[in-house]
Nanobody, 130 residues
Framework: QVQLVESGGGSVQSGGSLRLSCTAS????????LGWFRQAPGKEREGVAS???????NLADSVMDRFTISVDNAKDTVYLQMNSLKPEDTAMYYC????????????????????????WGQGTQVTVSS
């Protein structure tokens, strides 16, 4: 059974950094894409970053110069390193996973739409003060 548990959220000042972690159980990394989404109050959930077993990543334009997504297979953990945080980054951050779908090449650009992901963690809050 796939289970995702996030950690690492917190409150930081603008310009600060945080590293979010998501421990995945029941996930064979080679058969899954993993990603991070976020949802601010009153807004829809949006894709932040995703990664494939090939190491290819997909980051939202708003974060690509500041965030990095990575996976440690030995620890069954996906990370989101967030630097130069801004108040607009404030949101609940969710770890997500989806199986490689029929017709999807494992070398494809990782998916980054909410509807493309099946499994979700409980979320970890990130608050950035100005």
């Amino acid at each position: 059974q796939v289970q995702l548990v996030e950690s690492g959220g917190g409150s930081v000042q603008s310009g600060g950094s945080l590293r979010l972690s998501c421990t995945a159980s029941g996930v064979t990394y080679s058969s899954y894409f993993l990603g991070w989404f976020r949802q601010a109050p009153g807004k829809e959930r949006e894709g932040v970053a995703s990664i494939s077993t090939s190491g290819r990543t997909n980051l939202a334009d708003s974060v690509m110069d500041r965030f990095t997504i990575s996976v440690d297979n030995a620890k069954d953990t996906v990370y989101l390193q967030m630097n130069s945080l801004k108040p607009e980054d404030t949101a609940m951050y969710y770890c997500a996973a989806t199986r490689l779908q029929t017709g999807w090449d494992r070398l494809r650009t990782p998916p980054l739409r909410e509807s493309q992901f099946t499994y979700w963690g409980q979320g970890t809050q990130v608050t950035v003060s100005s």
